[in-house]
């Protein structure tokens, strides 16, 4: 599974850790990021740039953007390991890592746009928003109809 950190991601980390920018300015997240689900021709790690657009061969198609059917950008607390949040990271084989609550997409309809590739984390909650961080591809294609459910349990780890 590939796992990319886009240049948007890159803009957060340098920004938060140099910058000491205020929440919600040049890339820094405010209290909550979003995990979201979508496709990109390639997968995640063909484009370093990525925008998110309709056309997979262009950019990061997000699912539901024409039509949700119960898809929403799923909300992960950045409250360093209070309720709903990423807790803070640990040593595993020599790099720090750390797994964000699991988060759980339910499908009341068949969404338009369709067939995620991959999933995402991303600065807010606006569908097909430009604000990317960072995402992997999933084990293989899903295509979601009434009475889906998906669950992401996302583990970041900095090699």
């Given at each position: 599974?590939?796992?990319?950190?886009?240049n948007?991601?890159?803009?957060?980390?340098?920004?938060?850790?140099?910058?000491?920018?205020?929440?919600?300015?040049?890339?820094?997240?405010?209290?909550?990021v979003?995990?979201?689900?979508?496709?990109?021709?390639?997968?995640?790690?063909?484009?370093?740039?990525?925008?998110?657009?309709?056309?997979?061969?262009?950019?990061?198609?997000?699912?539901?953007?024409?039509?949700?059917?119960?898809?929403?950008?799923?909300?992960?607390?950045?409250?360093?390991?209070?309720?709903?949040?990423?807790?803070?990271?640990?040593?595993?084989?020599?790099?720090?890592?750390?797994?964000?609550?699991?988060v759980?997409?339910?499908?009341?309809?068949t969404?338009?746009?369709?067939?995620?590739?991959l999933?995402?984390?991303?600065?807010?909650?606006?569908?097909?928003?430009?604000?990317?961080l960072?995402?992997?591809?999933?084990?293989?294609?899903?295509?979601?109809s009434?009475?889906?459910?998906?669950?992401?349990?996302?583990?970041?780890?900095?090699?």
């Open positions: 599974m590939a796992y990319i950190l886009w948007k991601g890159e803009q957060s980390l340098v920004n938060t850790w140099l910058g000491n920018f205020s929440a919600g300015v040049n890339g820094v997240p405010s209290s909550s979003y995990v979201g689900m979508g496709s990109k021709s390639g997968g995640v790690g063909s484009d370093k740039t990525i925008g998110n657009g309709t056309s997979q061969s262009t950019s990061l198609a997000e699912i539901g953007q024409s039509s949700a059917a119960g898809y929403a950008r799923q909300a992960v607390n950045r409250n360093a390991g209070g309720a709903g949040g990423w807790p803070a990271s640990s040593l595993s084989s020599g790099s720090h890592q750390t797994t964000a609550p699991q759980t997409f339910t499908f009341t309809g969404p338009n746009l369709n067939g995620a590739t999933w995402f984390v991303a600065l807010s909650g606006t569908i097909a928003t430009d604000d990317c960072f995402g992997a591809d999933l084990a293989a294609t899903r295509n979601f009434n009475g889906d459910t998906e669950r992401i349990t996302i583990t970041y780890r900095q090699t």
